[in-house]
């Protein structure tokens, strides 16, 4: 038998894109240069130190005193699965709202972990009322309730104050979900008195991906000592890992992705830097000039009512006779630009843009609106040339 001939492999050499879907965002130069430092180990002082500057960060862009804050090694995913398994346990109630795709996504969770979702389903691009979570609380014995905070797959920007309040009258703990939401908008973990949140690292952070930011309140976390059972998943039990991460005397859990949080301490020291009531200005400014762009394009939002639009990522309708990914493809292959298109039934009919971290600036609103209007004309969609970036500039005076 003849040897197969040696296959050549070439250096990595992927293309420069401007990512303005739904994550990951583009990464800041000082997160990239972090990922390039030397590497210690896990146990190492000087790698200590960084644990506990990366868990301060943390709690500030929470707006916790959260003890139990700290980045799980994993992805946004990872911190949805650690919340759930943490406090679901086999045989357990939860109320679980649904009006988005990543809702869903947490009820597939819960029943993986053996609980009983008790589903408060909405209509996608709408948010959940406290009164449909009021009424599935006083028909269950639900003590856990999840929700999203910022559905990326609709752009909903789900109000938790009163979501929050009817939780707790009814004594259980109340999980949110703010991967799109955590750095890019309001969001005060303890002033609302959420449980139980989780994040991930690469959108509004502008970090790499791999890391899933979470914190817990006592509250939770007496539950979570307190179980029947052991959590399912030892990896992601945060009863041990916080001796790793939290802990004066720290206990080995597992060999964590030291680069990546030298990264991510970098990105939330941008963030410290430049203030978080100043980001989330930010995003809500860069986001308003945007819809003004594509509504000169006579585009509609996909999220009716302005004030439940989440700044970080705009969902905007497919119009009739053009086709999404012809769009998508045209503003990639043209303009190294990445939006993103509807999932589940969503698909086809919308496009998100997300503005998200170091994204959310004019220059990124200015190109995304030009490779639009690009792409829209060769669909033959009827518009006036250069509208949307007028309407965007004068709404903002860019």
Not at 355 to 369: D, F, H, P, R, Y
Request: proline content about 5%; some cysteine.
């Amino acid at each position: 038998m003849s040897e197969m001939p040696k296959k050549s492999y070439g250096e990595l050499c992927p293309p420069e894109r401007l990512l303005l879907g739904a994550g990951p965002s583009n990464v800041d130069p000082r997160v990239l240069k972090a990922l390039g430092a030397p590497i210690v180990e896990h146990l190492d002082p000087y790698f200590m130190e960084v644990m506990d500057e990366t868990v301060e960060l943390l709690r500030y862009a929470f707006k916790t005193e959260n003890h139990i804050t700290m980045p799980i090694s994993g992805t946004g995913s990872a911190g949805m699965e650690a919340a759930i398994c943490n406090l679901v346990e086999r045989g357990d109630s939860a109320i679980v709202c649904v009006n988005g795709f990543f809702g869903g996504r947490m009820k597939e969770m819960v029943q993986r972990c053996g609980g009983t979702p008790v589903t408060v389903e909405t209509e996608w691009g709408k948010p959940v009322t406290k009164e449909a979570v009021a009424d599935a609380l006083s028909e269950s014995e639900a003590e856990v309730v999840t929700i999203v905070h910022a559905e990326t797959s609709t752009g909903v920007l789900q109000p938790l104050k009163d979501i929050l309040k009817v939780t707790h009258e009814y004594g259980a703990l109340l999980i949110a979900d703010v991967v799109t939401s955590l750095g890019g908008c309001e969001l005060n973990v303890d002033e609302l008195g959420v449980d139980l949140s989780y994040s991930a690292s690469q959108k509004c952070l502008s970090c790499v991906p791999g890391l899933a930011p979470i914190t817990a309140s006592e509250k939770a976390m007496e539950r979570i000592r307190n179980r029947r059972t052991p959590v399912q998943s030892w990896y992601l039990d945060l009863s041990t890992i916080e001796k790793y991460w939290i802990e004066n005397n720290r206990v080995y859990h597992h060999t964590a992705p030291i680069l990546l949080v030298y990264a991510m301490r970098e990105a939330l020291r941008l963030l410290y830097e430049e203030g978080l009531e100043n980001r989330w200005q930010r995003h809500t400014k860069n986001a308003e000039a945007l819809i003004c762009g594509l509504e000169a394009l006579g585009l509609k939002m996909h999220v009716e009512e302005p004030k439940y639009r989440c700044p970080a990522i705009t969902s905007v309708k497919v119009p009739e006779g053009v086709h999404d990914k012809d769009i998508r493809a045209t503003m990639q292959e043209q303009y190294n630009i990445t939006v993103s298109g509807g999932l589940s039934d969503l698909a086809g009919k919308i496009l998100r843009i997300g503005l998200m971290g170091v994204n959310a600036n004019e220059q990124s609103i200015k190109l995304v609106l030009g490779a639009l209007e690009s792409a829209l004309k060769k669909e033959g969609y009827p518009f006036k040339i250069g509208s949307s970036a007028a309407a965007a500039i004068e709404s903002s005076s860019m």
